[in-house]
Nanobody, 122 residues
């Protein structure tokens, strides 16, 4: 599975962005998908995760109530709607497919897309 993340950009604090993660070569409809983010000098951290059928979603405490993860099997895509953005959300965001139907930890994901940069200005 080859994944591609898109939708990043520059936004003011309080604004919104929607990130998209699409798969090529084959579908990832049987895999859980996670969104991660990383800033220079820090570990890549989980932001949100969704199960293969969308029935389970979980969020890092730092984004609960502001971010929403969803997926559309007809488009072979997973989305991350980010509202109420804060400067501390600035990072490179990555999507990754889990080995199984759901994953949370980084080592449960084995297919990674390239990142998309999100910059939130104050």
């Amino acid at each position: 599975v080859q994944l591609q993340a898109s939708g990043g950009g520059l936004v003011q604090a309080g604004g919104s962005l929607r990130l998209s993660c699409t798969a090529s070569r084959r579908t990832f409809s049987n895999n859980g998908v996670g969104w991660f983010r990383q800033t220079p000098g820090k570990e890549r951290e989980i932001v949100a995760a969704i199960s293969w059928n969308g029935g389970i979603t979980n969020y890092a405490d730092s984004v609960k109530g502001r971010f929403t993860i969803s997926r559309d099997h007809t488009k072979n895509a997973v989305y991350l709607q980010m509202d109420g953005l804060k400067p501390e959300d600035t990072a490179v965001y990555y999507c990754a497919a889990a080995r199984g139907v759901y994953g949370w930890n980084r080592d449960q994901h084995n297919y990674w897309g390239q990142g998309t940069l999100v910059t939130v200005s104050s």
